[in-house]
Nanobody, 130 residues
Framework: VQLQASGGGLVQPGDSLRLSCEVS????????IGWFRQAPGKEREGVSC????????YYADSVKGRFTISRDSAKNTVHLQMNMLRPEDTAVYYC????????????????????????WGQGTLVTVSS
């Protein structure tokens, strides 16, 4: 399985971006797909994920109400729509895939829970600055 993240860029506070994670090698529906981010000097944190079974979505508290994750099965792609971006959203964003639903979802629902997804894409840089 390979994941290709795209869509990052430089935007101003309050702007929007849509990140995409294209999955190849297997149907995207097989996996929990998660988005993670890592800011300079900080640990990686879970942002959002979408479950394989029923497309339930989960978000970190810091992005609830601003970010929306969705899956396009026909294109084997997961999107992360990011609205009302803030400077603190600046980070390299990674998408990842995992077959272990409950454990993968727990990384988003329980920020202190550590679990490594099976497959990772390369990062895409999001910079929010005026």
């Amino acid at each position: 399985v390979q994941l290709q993240a795209s869509g990052g860029g430089l935007v101003q506070p309050g702007d929007s971006l849509r990140l995409s994670c294209e999955v190849s090698g297997n149907p995207v529906d097989f996996y929990v797909i998660g988005w993670f981010r890592q800011a300079p000097g900080k640990e990686r944190e879970g942002v959002s994920c979408i479950s394989a079974s029923d497309s339930s979505t989960y978000y970190a508290d810091s992005v609830k109400g601003r970010f929306t994750i969705s899956r396009d099965s026909a294109k084997n792609t997961v999107h992360l729509q990011m609205n009302m971006l803030r400077p603190e959203d600046t980070a390299v964003y990674y998408c990842a895939a995992d077959r272990m639903g409950p454990l993968a979802i727990a990384t988003i629902r329980s920020p202190g829970f550590k679990y490594e997804y099976d497959y990772w894409g390369q990062g895409t840089l999001v910079t929010v600055s005026s």
